[in-house]
């Protein structure tokens, strides 16, 4: 059964940091480009992070340029480190796989989890 299970979500105050997690099952992580977006209450979705099959080539929207690090693992998962974190960064995180990159953009989605929540007080 293919699945994506994020963790590690939580809240914390501004300006500090907080890595979620995304484990895969049913499918193996180095054979899809992966990414993470979020959507915070009232808005559309946002792209933060994208990498390429291959880790080719690994990138993040401007609004986080900085402060958050995706990274993909060996052991079938991947990370986002958030550093510097603001109040606007409260959303609802995802992680998802696909077919590629362009820039920060997951596209071909073909896998998604069901989000961890991210709060960040001020």
């Known amino acids: 059964q293919v699945q994506l299970v994020e963790s590690g979500g939580g809240l914390v105050e501004s300006g500090g940091s907080l890595r979620i997690s995304c484990a895969a099952s049913?499918?193996?992580?180095?054979?899809?480009?992966i990414g993470w977006f979020r959507q915070a209450p009232g808005k559309g979705r946002e792209a933060v992070s994208c990498?390429?099959?291959?880790?080719?080539?690994a990138s993040v929207a401007a609004f986080v340029k900085g402060r958050f690090t995706g990274s993909r693992n060996a052991n079938n998962s991947m990370t986002l480190q958030m550093d510097s974190l603001k109040p606007e960064d409260t959303a609802v995180y995802y992680c998802a796989a696909g077919g590629a990159c362009s820039g920060p953009v997951l596209i071909e989605e073909r896998h998604y989890g069901q989000g961890t929540q991210v709060t960040v007080s001020s």
């Open positions: 049913g499918f193996a992580f180095r054979d899809y480009a």
């Open positions: 990498i390429e099959i291959g880790d080719a080539s």
